[in-house]
C-alpha cells in the first residue's frame, strides 16, 4: 500500500515541478514550491509509516516548518514587489 502512496506522490511531485518550470508568474511558481514542499513532507511521512521510524517524524516537522517560513517570505516578496 506504501508503494501506490508512494507512485501517487512521484506523479504529484512531478506534476509540481513542471509547473514550477513552465509557471507564467511569480506567484504561480511560489504556489506550486509549495505543493512541492508538502508532498515530499508526506513522502517523509508515508517512509514513516513504512519503517516505523519517530525519527521521521521530526524531519517532518522541520520540514513543514522551514516551508512555512520560506512561503511566507516569497509571499511577502512578491507582495512588496507588487506581481
Known amino acids: 500500500m506504501t508503494t501506490v ?6 506523479v504529484a511531485a512531478g506534476l509540481f ?6 509557471g ?5 511558481r511560489v ?6 514542499l508538502v508532498t515530499i513532507i508526506c ?3 508515508v517512509g514513516a509509516a513504512r519503517e516505523g ?4 517524524l521530526d524531519i517532518a516537522l522541520l520540514v513543514s516548518l522551514v516551508s ?6 516569497l509571499a511577502r516578496y512578491i507582495e512588496k ?3
Not at 24 to 28: E, I, K, L, R, T
Open 5 to 10: 502512496a508512494f507512485v501517487i506522490l512521484t
Open 68 to 73: 512555512f517560513v520560506g512561503t511566507g517570505v
Open 24 to 28: 507564467p508568474s511569480v506567484p504561480d
Open 17 to 22: 515541478l513542471i509547473r514550477m518550470v513552465i
Open 53 to 56: 521510524s519517530p525519527v521521521s
Open 43 to 45: 513522502g517523509i511521512l
Open 81 to 83: 514587489r507588487g506581481d
Open 31 to 36: 504556489v506550486a514550491l509549495d505543493g512541492l
